[in-house]
């Protein structure tokens, strides 16, 4: 075995110690995270690393290391860094993606589409009225929409945002929570609130809230409205009943687009009800102006661990 092995020995340019400590981490830990996701080994003597391992592990640990490397120049790098950088050139080597057309820009940082399927995603969202982006947890669906929307509302191309999600969770239902509607409702729409904090900052989306620009309302609050000039997300719509998911797309009105996000692998609602989102992947599919991208366990860009959890259960449905 160790005969199919090989070894390349790379310089990293420019050798500056700041940048070298920054990229190896504490106690190597970036090494080490590097060598356990693309099964490789990883030898260091300052600028000079020795790369051993197959042929497709040792391109793309050399090319992860280019990057990370890179970002050091600018960037303090952290596991999690690491992690998303070696995620993106591993998809970037298994799918060659190289269009900075999907680039979004939003007020408070630059977000770059990671992979095929969110490229293809944050495309499909421009030219289409109606997007449903469909997958397991942790692929960029809702991130992606909510970073679209910011930019949308930026350029002027909608006048308002609007974030909705059905109030139901696994085991609970909202009856049982303490305080009043609003403080029941709010820890389901956090997601979308720690978005919209991390791209506009806290006290502008704030403002925009209490101006009604940004509207974050449960599904429910959607019922016999018709929202005009509006880019209009609907998150967590595996939990919605067909009855739902038909009232919330035809709210849709002049210059809106709709963003429909879910994981129809984690349905909580009750009994035998009817997942709402499976049911339009049927009706709707073939459609003009209705585009479907469908996220796999591939594009999990979260801790490492999720994205085994999420191979692992795929595997488990369909064996």
């Known amino acids: ?29 970036h090494i080490i995270q590097l060598e356990r996701r693309l099964n490789v080994e990883v030898k260091n003597r300052g600028n000079l690393f020795s790369v051993s391992g197959s042929d497709a ?5 050399i090319t992860a290391l280019k990057a990370l ?7 303090q790098l952290t596991p999690e860094k690491v992690h998303l950088l070696v995620q993106e050139n591993k998809m970037d080597i298994e799918q060659p993606v190289n269009d900075d057309s999907t680039v979004i820009h939003t007020r408070k940082k630059i977000i770059k589409p990671r992979g095929a399927n969110q490229q293809a995603y944050v495309k499909s969202i421009p030219k289409n009225d109606i997007v449903f982006g469909i997958g397991p947890a942790g692929t960029g669906k809702t991130y992606l929409a909510v970073a679209c929307a910011v930019e949308a509302l930026q350029s002027e191309k909608v006048a308002r945002i609007i974030l909705a999600r059905p109030a139901v969770e696994a085991g609970e239902r909202l009856g049982f929570l303490p305080g009043d509607l609003s403080e029941k409702i709010n820890p389901y ?3 979308l609130y720690d978005a919209l904090y991390e791209m506009l900052g806290v006290e502008r989306v704030e403002k925009l809230i209490e101006k009604k620009i940004i509207e974050i309302a449960p599904l429910a609050f959607m019922r016999g409205r018709t929202l005009n ?20 797309l035809t709210r849709i009105g002049y210059g809106s687009t709709v963003v429909v996000t879910g994981d129809i692998t984690q349905i909580d609602l009750p009994g035998h009800t009817e997942s709402g989102l499976k049911l ?19 594009d999990v860009v979260r801790h490492p661990i999720v994205q085994k959890i999420v191979s692992a259960y795929e595997k488990h449905s369909t064996s």
């Open 69 to 75: 490397y890179k970002s050091t120049e600018s960037d």
């Open 1 to 29: 075995m160790s005969s199919q092995k090989k070894t390349i020995d790379i310089s990293l340019e420019p050798a500056n110690n700041k940048r070298l400590a920054s990229l190896c981490g504490q106690f190597n830990e």
């Open 229 to 248: 000039e509006a880019f209009i997300i609907l998150d967590e719509a595996q939990n919605t009943t067909p009855e739902q998911i038909k009232m919330f």
């Open 57 to 61: 592990d040792v391109s793309s640990a």
């Open 280 to 298: 339009v992947t049927k009706i709707l599919k073939n459609i003009a102006g209705i585009s479907f991208t469908q996220f796999s366990g591939a």
């Open 189 to 191: 729409l956090r997601p």
